[in-house]
Every structure is written in C-alpha cells, then in structure tokens.
C-alpha cells in the first residue's frame, strides 16, 4: 500500500520558515520524481516545486529564491524548506509522487501566515 504523509504545517508569522516533509512508503521512493502542491480556499491546486529522481529542481515564480525542496532517499522523505513567509502562502500543502503513469498524492498539510 502506498502512503504519503506530509508534517510540518502550522501557523508562523509574517516573514518565518516552516519546514514541511513527505515520508513515502510502498514506492521505490529514488526512482520517483516528487512536488509539492497547494491549494487555498476557493483557488486550483498550483504546483509549489519538483525535484527529479536526479535532483533537479523547479520552482514556481512566486517561491523562487524562498523555497527549497530536497530529497533524502536514505529516509524516503522529500522536504520544502519555506523561508520569508508571506500571507498569500497560506494554504494546505500537498507531495506528489509521479512515476510514468503512476501518481500517488499525500493527505495534505495546512500552513497559516498570519500575524
């Protein structure tokens, strides 16, 4: 059974970091690419950032330069490091693992800015 379980979420302050993470079990987790999605109230789910099974990474304009994700396939766990957090970033925040025609989404994480 394939799970993905995303932590890290929770209400920061204007300007704070969160670190989120998505530990992977049921998949051969170094051959995924994985992303970090979100999705806020009433808007699409967007795509945040990917990282391939290599390491390369993409990011969405509007967290170029404040996100980071990255990949522990010791531990099966992808990571979006949020630094300078911004109210528009509130949303629930969700992995992807995507392999070929196999895609497995995780339960979602909330992130709150808010002062």
């Known amino acids: 059974q394939v799970q993905l379980v995303e932590s890290g979420g929770g209400l920061v302050q204007p300007g704070g970091s969160l670190r989120l993470s998505c530990a992977a079990s049921?998949?051969?987790?170094?051959?995924?690419?994985m992303a970090w999605y979100r999705q806020a109230p009433g808007q699409q789910r967007e795509l945040v950032a990917t990282?391939?099974?290599?390491?390369?990474?993409n990011y969405a304009e509007s967290v170029k330069g404040r996100f980071t994700i990255s990949r522990d396939n010791a531990w099966n766990t992808v990571y979006l490091q949020m630094n300078s957090l911004k109210p528009a970033d509130t949303a629930v925040y969700y992995c992807?693992?995507?392999?070929?025609?196999?895609?497995?989404w995780g339960q979602g994480t909330q992130v709150t800015v808010s002062s």
């Open positions: 992807r693992a995507q392999l070929a025609v196999r895609n497995y």
């Open positions: 049921g998949i051969s987790f170094s051959n995924y690419a």
């Open positions: 990282i391939t099974s290599r390491g390369s990474t």
